[in-house]
């Protein structure tokens, strides 16, 4: 197998596999219970909570964890736009977030607040200025996403971040596409809300965290026991939790070395693509994109019909259309960078990890010439 | 949740299951390619415009039978595999029979096709109609001339 799909999930670590078991086995305590095993179960927690909290320059009491990026999202987003409502009701975001970011907005617009979706130029990038212009006086929350998952082209989250922080706006970015992938720190970008998310860093699934910068308003979605300094009621996953701070620190702190091994591979599948493939375009190529992701429209073939050909390969990727879960619209990101309808069909997204190697980036090439040939032949559309 | 997930896979998420016979057609699709002006004598271009699936059919048609035909199409590997079933079961008929294929008849010659997926075979069969349509109007002037 191939697996070129690091941006849907990744393989959990070894390393983070080892630290996860004892919480599993004999360290199996309610880390809110009295005795030695609910100690040990505590500080296992505390201690992930400060290991997270350095990933991202942040603080420990600033570190909420969750049951993941989605979570983490709709509590930064609901959790701050109820605590703010009385102040005003109007929140900015952009065109381009995931699904977790953009169906929670959709909600809150459903209870009456309004929302303003900012768009992208053709290279999936948000002008800054752009969204300093929709600022009103009832605006309370901005919520860009980082990195975004489908084409890895990264945001002026610094710019963007000053904006909100000269305003008085709180600052939410969904960062689940980029922690571990690029570095990401709270001050540099004044993040006052910022998702990350564990498996996407080697780490398990089902867990993330949210940072959430002091005094930041903020009201807990899911009400319970006094978790999660009261943000986040229910009994600590302790595993997940040590599992996710792990994975963080080891993706942090092998960023230097990663990242550029990551950039060369992707540069070598696109280089040998660009000169082996006619009529293929690499979406957000002009804008700074993380170092593991190259999103691909092949013209005239279906994105779905090429993933499932690199399947019978068993090859790993996904695709830029959404039609893959049998939902007929093209990708809304590809779309708000202007794609056509055709071009976003004809997309699909490879997303490197640490373990791909060179031979497979050049038998993925050799398999993605044939399937265009193929496809093609069969097709329609001239290239 | 006893449901075995071949049996339906609409009900396990947005996951596609495709079977062995699509994909066979998918992988390798029957009739595929393009006739001359000489060569067929019903044509016709259709897309789905909730998806984009793009479908060319020619046909020829003697003595009142699809004798031969031919598809190009720009789309899913449902609408690839159902594009090349249904020319599998329009080759040979008559005009009438043809007339009378339907996307369920598609499905059934695939063995099931993804609840999701459903309106990637109707593109064929609608080829197949409005290139018979197509024959029939050509017909009609030819023996008008």
Known sequence: ?383 | MDANPTESPQQWGPILFYNETLIDHFSNPRNVGEMTEDEANGYSLISDPSCGDQMKLWIKVVANRIVDIKFKSFGCPGAIASSSMMTVLARGKTIEEAKRLTDDDVIEGLGGIPERKKHCSLLGVGALHEAIKDYEQREISRKKK
């Open chain 1, 1 to 383: 197998m191939i697996y070129l799909d690091h941006n849907a999930t990744t393989p959990l670590h070894p390393k983070v596999f080892d630290a996860m078991i004892p919480y599993l086995k004999e360290h199996f305590g309610n880390a809110s219970s009295y005795y030695r095993i609910a100690r040990e179960a505590r500080a296992a927690i505390e201690n992930a909570r400060k290991k997270a909290a350095e990933c991202i320059g942040a603080k420990p009491d600033e570190i909420v964890f969750t049951s993941g990026g989605t979570e983490s999202d709709n509590l930064a987003l609901r959790g701050a736009a109820h605590a703010l409502r009385k102040k005003g009701n109007h929140i900015i975001t952009s065109s381009i977030e995931h699904h977790a970011v953009l169906n929670t907005c959709k909600n809150l617009e459903k209870e009456g607040f309004n929302i303003t979706f900012v768009p992208v130029d053709s290279n999936g990038l948000i002008d800054p200025d752009d969204i300093r212009k929709r600022i009103t006086s009832e605006t309370i929350l901005m919520s860009v996403i980082a990195a975004n998952n489908e084409t890895g082209v990264i945001q002026p989250l610094s710019d963007i971040g000053a904006i909100a922080r000269e305003k008085g706006i709180i600052f939410h970015t969904d960062a689940v596409q980029a922690v571990g992938k690029i570095p990401v720190q709270v001050e540099t970008i004044s993040a006052d809300l910022l998702s990350f998310s564990g498996h996407k860093f080697y780490g398990p699934k089902g867990v993330g965290a949210l940072y959430i910068r002091k005094d930041t308003p903020i009201t807990p979605i899911l009400t319970g026991g006094h978790h999660e300094y009261n943000l986040r009621a229910g009994t600590e996953n302790t595993a997940a939790i040590v599992g996710f701070a792990e994975a963080a620190s080891i993706a942090v702190s092998s960023l230097e070395e990663m990242s550029p091994q990551m950039a060369a591979l992707r540069d070598r599948l696109e280089k040998r693509i660009m000169e082996t493939i006619d009529g293929v375009k690499i979406n957000g190529l002009n804008a700074p994109r993380v170092p593991n992701t190259s999103n691909i429209s092949f013209s005239s073939i279906d994105g779905e019909s090429i993933l499932l050909h690199l399947d019978l390969k068993d090859i790993c990727a996904s695709s830029g259309s959404a039609c893959t879960t049998g939902s007929p619209e093209p990708s809304h990101v590809l779309s708000a960078m202007g794609l056509t309808l055709m071009d976003a069909q004809s997309t699909v997204r490879f997303s490197l990890g640490k373990e791909n190697t060179e031979d497979e980036i050049d038998l993925t090439v050799e398999a993605l010439i044939e399937i265009a040939g193929k496809l093609r032949k069969i097709s329609s559309i001239t290239v």
